[in-house]
């Protein structure tokens, strides 16, 4: 098991925004991001994500925060077949295709 070092971010609608150190897995998808010390943002959370070294931006689950989210093929709600992005964590039910 390789882990890539990389930053962890969230966005809140306040307009604080957090970044810490981060560990990904990029075979499992799970994150493990370093705990701040920093002020806690009073807002509602907007987004998190994690920026790779090479600058690409990954998307965390919206429902468990700890893994990244993935594009997959599939069947979509509207009974067609394209893409569309779910939680790395096979566990994790909450961000399924509506």
């Not at 709600?77 to 994790?92: M, Q, R, V």
Request: charged content about 25%; some cysteine.
């Amino acid at each position: 098991m390789s882990l890539i070092k990389c930053t962890f971010t969230s966005e809140w609608d306040d307009g604080s925004v957090v970044t810490t150190p981060c560990t990904y897995n990029p075979e499992t998808g799970q994150t493990n991001p370093e705990v701040s010390n920093g002020t806690i943002p009073s807002g509602m959370l907007e987004r998190e994500y994690i920026t790779l070294d090479d600058g690409e931006e990954v998307e965390i689950c919206p429902d468990c925060h700890d893994y990244v989210m993935k594009t997959v093929m599939g069947d979509l709600a509207d009974l067609s077949y394209g893409e569309y992005n779910e939680c790395s964590d096979p566990e994790c039910n909450g961000c399924e295709e509506d």
